[in-house]
């Protein structure tokens, strides 16, 4: 469960971002801001996963 909660809370603090920098695109382009939007809400689904399991998995105790 908790894996999956910070999965969720990553991809929503991204998508934050992502909106931000669209915004800032489309100062100058609005077809640019499109297409950096998707490229980056695309590419942020991967990179959340990769975090979320990074930062839940088990710490291991050494043995000894």
Avoid: H, Y
Avoid at 4 to 12: E, K, M, Q, R
Avoid at 40 to 51: S, V, Y
Wanted: zero cysteines; charged letters at 10%; hydrophobic letters at 60%.
């Amino acid at each position: 469960m908790v894996l999956l909660a910070t999965f969720v809370a990553t991809v929503i603090v991204g998508d934050l971002v992502a909106i931000g920098i669209a915004w800032a695109v489309e100062q100058f382009s609005q077809t640019a801001s499109l297409l950096v939007f998707l490229v980056l809400f695309w590419g942020l689904i991967p990179f959340a996963w990769r975090f979320a399991v990074r930062i839940t998995e088990p710490k291991t105790t050494p043995s000894g």
